[in-house]
Protein backbone atom coordinates (compact mmCIF):
# COMPACT_ATOMS: atom_id res chain seq x y z
CA UNK A 1 0.00 0.00 0.00
CA UNK A 2 1.17 3.51 -0.88
CA UNK A 3 -1.59 7.47 1.03
CA UNK A 4 0.36 16.91 3.24
CA UNK A 5 2.61 27.55 5.57
CA UNK A 6 0.41 29.27 3.02
CA UNK A 7 2.13 30.87 0.23
CA UNK A 8 1.32 34.38 0.10
CA UNK A 9 0.36 35.84 -3.04
CA UNK A 10 -1.41 39.24 -4.51
CA UNK A 11 -4.54 39.09 -5.98
CA UNK A 12 -7.00 41.75 -6.57
CA UNK A 13 -9.67 42.10 -8.68
CA UNK A 14 -10.60 45.83 -9.53
CA UNK A 15 -13.77 46.78 -10.42
CA UNK A 16 -14.11 50.13 -12.70
CA UNK A 17 -16.71 53.11 -12.71
CA UNK A 18 -16.06 55.47 -15.38
CA UNK A 19 -12.38 56.50 -14.07
CA UNK A 20 -12.76 55.34 -10.33
CA UNK A 21 -11.66 52.19 -9.28
CA UNK A 22 -11.65 50.39 -6.36
CA UNK A 23 -9.68 47.04 -5.16
CA UNK A 24 -11.24 44.10 -3.44
CA UNK A 25 -9.52 43.31 -0.23
CA UNK A 26 -7.77 39.67 -0.12
CA UNK A 27 -9.00 37.84 2.54
CA UNK A 28 -6.17 34.88 4.05
CA UNK A 29 -8.88 32.45 4.35
CA UNK A 30 -7.63 29.07 7.03
CA UNK A 31 -7.90 26.10 5.33
CA UNK A 32 -10.52 23.53 6.12
CA UNK A 33 -9.28 20.66 8.88
CA UNK A 34 -8.94 18.10 5.67
CA UNK A 35 -8.11 20.89 3.28
CA UNK A 36 -10.67 20.08 -0.02
CA UNK A 37 -11.23 23.59 -1.82
CA UNK A 38 -10.36 23.31 -5.24
CA UNK A 39 -6.89 24.94 -6.47
CA UNK A 40 -5.33 22.82 -3.40
CA UNK A 41 -2.23 21.34 -4.32
CA UNK A 42 0.88 19.27 -2.38
CA UNK A 43 3.88 17.90 -4.16
CA UNK A 44 6.05 15.09 -2.83
CA UNK A 45 8.98 13.02 -2.90
CA UNK A 46 8.64 9.38 -2.87
CA UNK A 47 11.81 7.28 -1.50
CA UNK A 48 13.56 7.17 -4.63
CA UNK A 49 13.78 10.87 -4.95
CA UNK A 50 10.83 11.21 -7.69
CA UNK A 51 8.53 13.82 -6.99
CA UNK A 52 5.07 13.73 -7.70
CA UNK A 53 1.60 16.06 -7.26
CA UNK A 54 -1.82 15.77 -6.50
CA UNK A 55 -4.41 18.95 -6.52
CA UNK A 56 -8.08 19.35 -5.77
CA UNK A 57 -9.25 19.76 -9.60
CA UNK A 58 -13.13 19.62 -9.65
CA UNK A 59 -16.01 19.73 -7.51
CA UNK A 60 -19.45 17.98 -7.45
CA UNK A 61 -19.32 17.43 -11.65
CA UNK A 62 -18.09 13.73 -11.42
CA UNK A 63 -19.93 12.27 -8.35
CA UNK A 64 -22.10 14.44 -7.07
CA UNK A 65 -22.86 17.18 -4.39
CA UNK A 66 -20.63 16.83 -1.40
CA UNK A 67 -17.25 14.72 -3.67
CA UNK A 68 -14.34 16.28 -4.67
CA UNK A 69 -11.96 15.09 -7.12
CA UNK A 70 -7.83 14.40 -7.16
CA UNK A 71 -6.11 14.77 -10.01
CA UNK A 72 -2.44 13.07 -9.79
CA UNK A 73 0.86 13.97 -11.86
CA UNK A 74 1.95 11.30 -12.78
CA UNK A 75 -1.07 9.53 -13.29
CA UNK A 76 -1.98 6.65 -10.75
CA UNK A 77 -1.51 3.40 -12.63
CA UNK A 78 -4.02 0.33 -13.08
CA UNK A 79 -1.82 -1.70 -11.36
CA UNK A 80 -0.97 0.15 -8.31
CA UNK A 81 -3.51 0.26 -5.28
CA UNK A 82 -2.05 2.97 -2.64
CA UNK A 83 -5.32 3.75 -0.29
CA UNK A 84 -4.17 7.01 0.25
CA UNK A 85 -4.37 8.22 -3.55
CA UNK A 86 -8.04 8.23 -4.35
CA UNK A 87 -9.53 9.74 -7.46
CA UNK A 88 -12.01 10.95 -5.39
CA UNK A 89 -13.27 12.09 -1.80
CA UNK A 90 -15.37 13.58 0.77
CA UNK A 91 -15.56 15.56 3.66
CA UNK A 92 -18.37 15.12 6.35
CA UNK A 93 -18.92 16.69 9.78
CA UNK A 94 -17.00 13.95 11.26
CA UNK A 95 -14.53 12.10 8.47
CA UNK A 96 -12.85 12.32 5.95
CA UNK A 97 -13.94 9.69 3.26
CA UNK A 98 -12.17 8.18 -0.04
CA UNK A 99 -13.80 6.79 -2.82
CA UNK A 100 -11.62 3.45 -4.13
CA UNK A 101 -14.02 0.99 -5.08
CA UNK A 102 -13.33 1.01 -8.85
CA UNK A 103 -9.39 1.20 -7.43
CA UNK A 104 -9.69 -2.44 -5.75
CA UNK A 105 -11.85 -3.49 -8.86
CA UNK A 106 -8.88 -2.66 -11.50
CA UNK A 107 -6.33 -4.05 -9.08
CA UNK A 108 -7.43 -7.29 -8.82
CA UNK A 109 -8.29 -7.78 -12.26
CA UNK A 110 -4.45 -6.61 -12.96
CA UNK A 111 -2.86 -8.33 -10.32
CA UNK A 112 -4.63 -11.57 -9.94
CA UNK A 113 -3.13 -13.17 -12.59
CA UNK A 114 0.37 -12.93 -11.43
CA UNK A 115 -0.73 -14.49 -7.91
CA UNK A 116 -1.77 -17.58 -10.05
CA UNK A 117 0.38 -17.40 -12.85
CA UNK A 118 3.01 -20.76 -11.55
CA UNK A 119 -0.65 -22.65 -11.37
CA UNK A 120 -1.96 -21.24 -15.31
CA UNK A 121 1.24 -21.49 -16.90
CA UNK A 122 0.79 -21.17 -20.62
CA UNK A 123 -2.90 -20.46 -20.48
CA UNK A 124 -4.83 -17.38 -21.54
CA UNK A 125 -6.81 -15.94 -18.13
CA UNK A 126 -9.85 -14.01 -17.91
CA UNK A 127 -10.55 -12.65 -14.37
CA UNK A 128 -13.89 -11.66 -14.14
CA UNK A 129 -15.33 -9.92 -10.46
CA UNK A 130 -18.75 -9.77 -8.94
CA UNK A 131 -20.33 -5.84 -9.37
CA UNK A 132 -20.62 -4.34 -5.76
CA UNK A 133 -20.60 -1.56 -3.92
CA UNK A 134 -17.44 -1.02 -1.79
CA UNK A 135 -17.63 1.22 1.21
CA UNK A 136 -15.41 4.11 1.16
CA UNK A 137 -12.55 4.21 2.89
CA UNK A 138 -12.66 6.31 6.30
CA UNK A 139 -8.88 8.13 6.41
CA UNK A 140 -9.65 10.10 9.47
CA UNK A 141 -12.35 10.89 12.03
CA UNK A 142 -12.66 14.26 12.71
CA UNK A 143 -11.11 16.00 14.93
CA UNK A 144 -8.09 13.49 15.76
CA UNK A 145 -7.24 12.49 19.14
CA UNK A 146 -4.55 10.80 20.50
CA UNK A 147 -5.04 6.61 20.96
CA UNK A 148 -8.17 6.97 18.74
CA UNK A 149 -8.74 3.67 16.93
CA UNK A 150 -11.45 3.37 14.35
CA UNK A 151 -12.50 0.62 11.21
CA UNK A 152 -11.51 2.27 7.69
CA UNK A 153 -12.61 0.03 5.32
CA UNK A 154 -13.74 -3.73 5.38
CA UNK A 155 -14.78 -5.50 1.75
CA UNK A 156 -15.18 -8.41 0.05
CA UNK A 157 -14.88 -9.48 -3.35
CA UNK A 158 -15.82 -12.67 -5.37
CA UNK A 159 -14.88 -13.29 -9.24
CA UNK A 160 -13.58 -16.40 -11.07
CA UNK A 161 -11.03 -17.18 -13.42
CA UNK A 162 -12.00 -18.44 -16.50
CA UNK A 163 -9.30 -20.33 -18.46
CA UNK A 164 -8.50 -20.42 -22.08
CA UNK A 165 -12.21 -18.57 -22.57
CA UNK A 166 -13.87 -22.03 -21.31
CA UNK A 167 -16.91 -21.17 -18.92
CA UNK A 168 -16.83 -24.96 -17.77
CA UNK A 169 -12.77 -24.00 -16.81
CA UNK A 170 -13.29 -21.56 -14.39
CA UNK A 171 -12.18 -21.27 -10.57
CA UNK A 172 -13.46 -18.84 -7.96
CA UNK A 173 -11.73 -16.74 -5.82
CA UNK A 174 -12.45 -14.39 -2.90
CA UNK A 175 -10.60 -11.68 -1.73
CA UNK A 176 -10.96 -9.65 1.66
CA UNK A 177 -9.40 -6.64 2.65
CA UNK A 178 -9.70 -5.36 5.90
CA UNK A 179 -7.78 -2.03 7.28
CA UNK A 180 -7.86 -0.61 10.45
CA UNK A 181 -6.87 3.22 12.09
CA UNK A 182 -5.11 4.31 15.09
CA UNK A 183 -3.82 7.82 16.08
CA UNK A 184 -0.34 6.12 18.17
CA UNK A 185 1.51 9.95 19.08
CA UNK A 186 0.61 13.66 18.46
CA UNK A 187 3.72 15.97 18.09
CA UNK A 188 5.67 18.35 15.80
CA UNK A 189 7.18 17.45 12.48
CA UNK A 190 10.31 19.19 10.03
CA UNK A 191 9.72 18.41 6.33
CA UNK A 192 11.19 20.00 3.04
CA UNK A 193 7.90 21.99 3.27
CA UNK A 194 8.33 23.82 6.87
CA UNK A 195 8.22 22.61 10.34
CA UNK A 196 4.46 21.33 11.59
CA UNK A 197 3.94 22.23 15.43
CA UNK A 198 0.70 19.54 15.45
CA UNK A 199 0.64 16.33 13.43
CA UNK A 200 -1.00 13.41 14.03
CA UNK A 201 0.77 9.97 13.40
CA UNK A 202 -1.60 7.56 12.01
CA UNK A 203 -0.60 3.87 11.46
CA UNK A 204 -3.23 1.85 8.87
CA UNK A 205 -3.10 -1.82 9.52
CA UNK A 206 -4.23 -3.80 6.40
CA UNK A 207 -4.81 -7.17 6.11
CA UNK A 208 -5.75 -8.88 3.10
CA UNK A 209 -7.04 -12.91 2.52
CA UNK A 210 -7.11 -14.35 -0.61
CA UNK A 211 -8.80 -17.50 -1.26
CA UNK A 212 -8.43 -19.85 -4.06
CA UNK A 213 -8.69 -23.40 -4.71
CA UNK A 214 -10.22 -23.32 -1.40
CA UNK A 215 -7.09 -22.47 0.36
CA UNK A 216 -6.64 -18.88 1.68
CA UNK A 217 -3.47 -16.54 1.79
CA UNK A 218 -3.47 -13.69 4.17
CA UNK A 219 -1.07 -10.64 4.07
CA UNK A 220 -0.38 -7.94 6.37
CA UNK A 221 0.95 -4.48 5.73
CA UNK A 222 1.26 -0.86 7.65
CA UNK A 223 1.66 1.91 6.98
CA UNK A 224 1.84 5.29 8.86
CA UNK A 225 0.89 8.79 7.61
CA UNK A 226 1.56 11.87 9.32
CA UNK A 227 -1.23 14.36 9.55
CA UNK A 228 -1.08 18.13 9.67
CA UNK A 229 -4.59 19.81 10.44
CA UNK A 230 -5.38 22.15 8.01
CA UNK A 231 -2.36 21.11 5.96
CA UNK A 232 -2.91 18.17 4.83
CA UNK A 233 -0.84 14.80 4.88
CA UNK A 234 2.91 15.94 5.35
CA UNK A 235 4.45 12.31 5.56
CA UNK A 236 4.31 8.66 4.36
CA UNK A 237 6.22 5.53 5.81
CA UNK A 238 5.85 1.89 4.79
CA UNK A 239 7.71 -1.23 3.18
CA UNK A 240 8.90 1.40 0.50
CA UNK A 241 10.69 3.66 2.47
CA UNK A 242 9.33 7.50 3.29
CA UNK A 243 6.97 9.91 0.97
CA UNK A 244 8.02 13.88 2.35
CA UNK A 245 5.67 17.12 1.48
CA UNK A 246 8.06 19.00 -0.42
CA UNK A 247 5.56 22.14 -1.14
CA UNK A 248 1.87 23.13 -1.15
CA UNK A 249 -0.69 25.84 -2.23
CA UNK A 250 -4.03 26.88 -1.34
CA UNK A 251 -6.49 29.03 -3.25
CA UNK A 252 -7.56 32.52 -1.73
CA UNK A 253 -10.61 34.01 -0.72
CA UNK A 254 -11.34 37.51 -2.67
CA UNK A 255 -14.20 39.13 -0.47
CA UNK A 256 -15.90 42.07 -2.29
Not at 37 to 63: F, H, K, L
Not at 163 to 189: D, H, I, M, W, Y
Amino acid sequence: MRLTSLMLCGIFVLFGCGSDEMTAPVAQQMPNYFPDAVGSRWVYRNPEGSEWSRAVTDGNSIQGEGFQVFTYAPPVTATELDYLKPDVFRVTDNQVLFVIGEKIDRYIQNVLPTWVADEFAGLELDITVEPITHPEFAFCQLPLAPNLQWDVFHTNVKGSIVLQNLVLLQFPFEVQVRVKGEVVAVGSLETPAGSFEETYQIEYKTEITQTLFSEAETMQQRETVWFAPHIGIVKIEDESGVTELIAYTFPKTIEE
